[in-house]
């Protein structure tokens, strides 16, 4: 046994903008899977370390300990922004395995309702020692507690997104949960972008107030910070297509990597005819590794974060009560695909002409990720929670995932459904058909949904503002405008690219699936011809809303970059209780 003696140093987690040769921590700590009696806390280091404590109580004077992992694909590349890479290459030349550990430790014997101080500490190996600083953290709130929950999605280290969350901070102080549907960073296997990108706008950073990033609008320059959110209340993430990393490699660069995820069974089929050179011992646990590596991963995003686990689905879906919400976390995604038709693009509608004769080559589509049509295995486990005694009792009944079922944006286009291969006489051509009446989410999910009676579907996707209610009263919100938006599409604005002679008709503008967006309740923004606009698709303007389970409001509110000003409060509607 070593025993290794320390004096406290309290260091506090510095601003990755700077260097400094003091002993720091990666992150601040974060809060996990929060029970009836305990909560997880997670930090991260560059160090392996010796020892890794959490201090909390009134005194500080209780201690859990940390078990640590090594991330198993963080690494950087010539496109990484961090450290002192400035420049495309100019330290990082090729893909690099990046060391960072991740540390966990389970605070327990919490009171309920009852919020306490905590502190997290790590030992170097050369026996410093770097503390946060104190904040305050409670288990799992009692049915009855009123809070206030953040909704947000699609930060993907966007420039606004540091003075989004400051403004959550500053409208809301703080939150009691962060529910963020997917597409947290842009390349998952890219450890600056959710740790310490020199751009000041990485993921850990931005909910943690620890973000540095400058904005210049009409000459003004306002240095926003992000907002210091999750060191005091849990955050439950659900996987966007931003956390899906294709093919692995260590020679190609990340970006390349990502954009490059390849059908699972299409995998299978070429490990098949190749099993024997691949894996001569027929050994399952080689045979796995192999079609992950040459398929697509979540690891990264697995190993980060700590949620429940579905029996079926482990972390990728799942469902959990927190005060008087059931929330149900699933996961609805496929690659995004370029929607244009050029020659030479592997895209959502078309396979580019140099690629006819290599499929492995091919990108198939815009390929979903995880099945959801009725009769897969998450569907079943979507319908058998949705019946559970834990959803039927809940007060509220909110349902996430990241592609949208309704949206006047431009990712809900082609329909949510497997790509059909179209391969005319002689491969002059290989195009993907998306038939409308197969989208899984709208023939399969919404209706289950519907008649479990759920309140609200929150989603992202399409980096915009609109909301929608379906004829049983059921609302669907889409927040994802953190300050980028590729626009909305209503009235004489037409979604780009859509193809033109194929067999489906792809809807060009609107709600491809029949609703009509609701014009916000307090105060829309009005368009040119001075009429009340039903969503909010711009650059300058960043949106939040939050989740008021004490009220039952969902309120929606706006920040204009570029003006400055006031946070306003521009939507807000009200949950109808479950009887």
């Keep these: 046994m070593v025993i290794i003696s320390f004096i406290l140093i309290n260091v506090s987690v510095s601003n990755p903008l700077f260097m400094s040769s003091s002993p720091q921590l990666l992150t601040d700590p974060f809060l996990q899977l929060p029970t009836e009696t305990g909560v997880r806390v997670v930090w991260f280091t560059e160090f392996a370390g010796s020892r890794h404590t959490v201090n909390y109580g009134d005194d500080l004077n209780h201690t859990a300990v940390a078990t640590t992992i090594k991330l198993s694909r963080t690494r950087e590349d010539r496109n990484s922004k961090v450290g002192k890479q400035t420049e495309d290459g100019e330290i990082y030349q090729k893909t690099t395995i990046r060391d960072i550990w991740r540390h966990e430790a389970e605070v327990n014997g919490l ?60 409208t809301v102080q703080r939150v009691d949960a962060v529910f963020a549907v997917g597409d947290l960073v842009n390349v998952p296997d890219r450890a600056s972008e959710w740790f310490d990108d020199r751009r000041g706008v990485a993921f850990f950073p931005c909910l943690q107030g620890r973000a540095s990033h400058e904005i210049n ?13 999750i060191q005091h209340a849990p955050l439950f993430p659900a996987l966007g297509n931003h956390e899906v990393m294709g093919r692995f490699s260590m020679e190609t660069d990340l970006k390349s990597q990502f954009s490059d995820p390849f ?29 992950k590596n040459n398929s697509f991963n979540t690891d990264t995003y697995e190993e980060i974060f700590t949620l429940p686990s579905s ?24 690659i995004w695909r370029s929607p244009s038709l050029a020659a030479n693009v592997k895209g959502k509608y078309r396979e580019s002409e ?29 319908e058998q929670e949705l019946n559970s005694p834990e959803f039927k009792k809940a007060k509220y009944k909110v349902v996430m995932f990241h592609h949208p079922p309704h949206t006047l944006g431009e990712n809900i286009v082609p329909a949510y459904t497997d790509p059909v291969q179209v391969i005319d006489r002689n491969i002059k051509s290989i195009r993907y058909e998306y038939p409308k009446q197969e989208d899984y989410i709208i023939r399969d999910v919404i209706p289950l949904l519907e008649a479990a009676n759920v309140q609200l579907v929150f989603y992202g996707h399409s980096h915009l503002w609109n909301r929608f209610i379906s004829n049983s009263g059921m609302h669907f919100l889409e927040s994802s405008n953190v300050g ?7 009235g004489d604005k037409q979604r780009n690219n859509i193809p033109i002679g194929y067999q489906e008709d792809y809807v060009a503008t609107g709600d491809p699936n029949g609703l009509e967006p609701v014009v916000p309740t307090i105060d829309p923004l009005i368009d040119e011809n001075g009429q009340p606009m039903p969503y909010i698709a711009s650059n300058d303007i960043t949106v939040f809303s939050i989740f008021d389970t004490g009220t039952g409001t969902v309120s929606s509110y706006r920040f204009d970059i570029a003006k400055g000003g006031e946070i306003i409060k521009f939507d807000e509607f009200k949950l109808k209780e479950s009887t």
Excluded: C
């Excluded at 059908?263 to 646990?285: F, G, R, S, V």
């Excluded at 290599?358 to 009725?374: D, S």
């Design 311 to 334: 029996s079926t689905g482990g972390k990728k879906y799942y469902a959990l009560t927190f005060g008087d919400v059931r929330l149900v976390v699933a996961y609805v995604t496929s």
């Design 354 to 382: 140099g690629d006819f004769h290599n499929p492995t080559e091919w990108g198939y589509g815009q390929h979903i990720f995880e099945p959801i049509k009725k009769g897969s295995t998450q569907y079943n486990w979507l």
């Design 217 to 229: 609008k009409n000459g003004i320059k306002t240095v926003y910070t992000g907002g210091q959110l």
């Design 263 to 291: 059908p699972l069974a299409a995998a299978a089929q070429i490990y098949a005819q190749n099993a024997q050179e691949l894996n001569p011992n027929n050994d399952p646990k080689v045979k796995q590794t192999w079609l």
């Design 484 to 490: 980028n938006s590729y626009g909305a599409f209503i």
């Design 111 to 170: 009171i309920p309702g009852k919020r306490v101080p905590y502190r997290v500490t790590s030992v170097q190996s050369d026996g410093q020692t770097v503390s946060s600083d104190t904040f305050t953290l409670a288990s799992s709130p009692p049915a009855g507690t009123p809070l206030k929950i953040l909704l947000t999605s699609d930060h993907q280290l966007m420039p606004m997104t540091p003075a989004n969350l400051q403004k959550v901070a500053e």
